[in-house]
């Protein structure tokens, strides 16, 4: 009886080991420089072709693709991508029980993954956070989505914007994810940092599965190998938090006796623990330039008088009644709530602005946007064959309830509306 359990739970640490290299792989391959394009790039294609042949020839699905970086990480490629990893594992776990059997070999091969995997889910938890102190994940909320009712929202959409909204609740997740994260990286604090993710990643997983955010499998999966790293250090914290008995935490130790394991121990340490945290920090901070966009005529247009005058018949529908510009993005919104957006191109002295409504255009359109005496605006624009010229009240963030209530400490009644 007692083998079987032996040989059940050498097959499951194996098991475990061999899926989360499998999973985690090319990590951190891409975040090196060239990496992703020389090899990391090839290898989840490979990936992505045995998960296609798994849903093909097992799962009896004929019409599934492959989409790099479509934004959801919960596809139907991502759910069959469960079972192929865990069929590869099996498959290598019963050659590593015939090869190895009498080697000490397997012994090292789960500790090894849960090294591997710590650093996985700190980096990773570090590149979270540095995204919640700039303009990303969670930006504040636009124009659009402030003209947005409750009722149009998705309920991603509803989350992002609540996020979106706190600066201060961001920065809090920002340095809980960032401080798991790199609690992580350190062999003396582990423990610590596997706790810490533990209650990072549970609260990202249940946001995930409550507001419907296809991120459910990646964040299941942190969370899954935050509780993995954690495990082993079980016994202990069940006998000081629960027995409330003296005990120890042992200490993780690397035997490095040559002079090339210590070369290759700090050379990996240097990059793993220092260069890839700097690089994504400095990736995401040079990214800033695309994510902003200046533009002083930014605002929701509300329509106060609107002429068209041109050669196509258009229907009373087609008549705006708000024109929101954002970014380099612009928005109309016609009396049946139909919406339309254009691409900024380039913003000129005295309200000119010259857009697109596709990439393929060659000729863009001009709006000359003019500020009355009366405060009002006026624009103007020629699209198609119609020229449209609209009289129209300008609201910016400030005028949101929302955006001007602000924070206070002393509130005689509450202001919920």
Known sequence: MNRILNNLKTFSK???????????????INYMPYGYQLLGK????????????????????KSISYQEMNGSGDTTLDYVALLSYSLVAVIIVLVFRLVFRKFDLINKVYPAA?????????????????????HGQFPSPSLMALETTYGESSPMGLAWRFFGYSSLYKGFMGISEIFAGMLLLFRRTVLFGALLSIAVCTNIFIVNLSFDVPVKLFSGHLLMFSILIALPYFKSLISFFILHQPTQIRSISYPLVSKWDKIGYYGAKTILVALIPMSLAYGHIASQSFRTYLNEWEGVYEVTHFEIAGKENLSATAHWEKVIIQGQTIMTINRAKTKNYYTIEQIWNEGEINFVSSSGQEDPYQLFVIELEDGTYSLTTTIGNNQYQVSAKRKIKADYLLMNRGFRFVNE???NR
Do not use: Q
């Open 14 to 28: 194996l098991f475990m080991a061999m899926y989360i290299f499998i999973y985690c792989f090319p990590f951190p």
């Open 42 to 61: 090839h290898i989840n294609n490979f990936k992505a072709k045995l998960n296609i042949w798994t849903a093909e020839y097992l799962l009896d699905y």
């Open 114 to 134: 849960l090294v591997y995997t710590r650093y996985f889910v700190g980096i990773t938890l570090v590149s979270y956070g540095v995204i919640k102190f700039l």
């Open 413 to 415: 009644l509450p202001f």
